[in-house]
């Protein structure tokens, strides 16, 4: 990604957090993943940087990540990944400077050989003696796709949960569900089927148009009628994408899929 295409608040950060980062004689090289690696930041993007380390420093440095991001800008609050599955990660937010707005940026302190481990390429943007280029060309990066036969598996059991949620007047849990519903199949598929990557719903405006109409039918109002009205979207759009991108592959759970929708209908009938 060219310099000229990082947005302000964001070259700014680096300008400032760069020098003190290569400064650090236990890291070997700093690397920009997420919207900087794939060329589509704008104003509204996090900064994902990953922060090589040499191996025997790891367990030193993951102590003083707090401190070491309080040195890169005015940080008002950091915590670490563990509710999105990466305890490495530092989620960190900086104050507005008077110049530049908030900036939430990750820190993801990796031992150098772990790096070869990756759901994307990321860019390197310092490194010590070519190291971190080194191991990113050892292994390919691989993101993790949907896996069709495990969701056919149990979509027909959530769909008679949701249901019993709706019968009991959960409405509020069947809205979750249905949240549950978007975010770990239907965004997934619709981006897979676009060629994007499969991360939930991100840019799914943008990227699947004629799916984010679909999945906007998805979206439900604290109502029982909304909720039963959602839950049957949820099903036709699944069944649509499944068509589209199982290729034939996946076969439905018929007697799954008829046990939950004849519940489906008898609570709608109530």
């Known amino acids: 990604m060219q310099t000229a295409d990082v947005p302000d608040v964001h070259a700014a950060f680096l300008a400032r957090a760069m020098p003190r980062l290569q400064a650090e004689p236990r890291f070997v090289g700093v690397a920009a993943a997420g919207s900087y690696a794939s060329g589509s930041m704008d104003e509204f993007s996090d900064l994902d940087l990953i922060i090589a380390v040499e191996p025997a420093f790891i367990a030193a440095v993951t102590d003083e990540r707090h401190r070491i991001a309080a040195a890169l800008g005015p940080l008002v609050a950091a915590f670490t990944g563990e509710h999105v599955g ?19 940026v990750d820190l993801k302190f990796v031992s150098l050989p772990d790096i070869a481990v990756r759901v994307d390429d990321p860019v390197v943007l310092w490194e010590r003696d070519g190291r971190l280029s080194a191991v990113l060309q050892t292994t390919a990066a691989r993101y993790p796709m949907p896996d069709l036969p495990w969701i056919e598996a149990r979509f027909w059991v959530w769909v008679h949960y949701a249901a019993l949620k709706i019968g009991r007047g959960e409405l509020f849990e ?39 109409a679909q999945l906007r039918e998805t979206v439900v109002t604290h109502d029982r009628a909304a ?5 049957y979207a949820a099903v036709e759009m699944y069944r649509s994408l499944r068509r589209s991108v199982g290729a034939g592959d996946v076969v439905e759970n018929e007697a799954a899929a008829q046990t939950a929708m004849r519940y489906l209908a008898e609570i709608a009938a109530r």
């Open 86 to 104: 990466e305890p490495r990660v530092l989620i960190c937010l900086y104050g507005a400077d008077g110049v530049n707005a908030p900036l939430h």
């Open 227 to 231: 909720c039963i009205r959602g839950l």
């Open 174 to 212: 069947a809205g979750d569900f249905l949240a549950f519903l978007r975010a770990q199949v239907l965004g997934p598929l619709a981006l897979m089927e676009a060629g994007a990557r499969p991360t939930g719903v991100r840019r799914i405006e943008a990227v699947a148009p004629s799916r984010a």
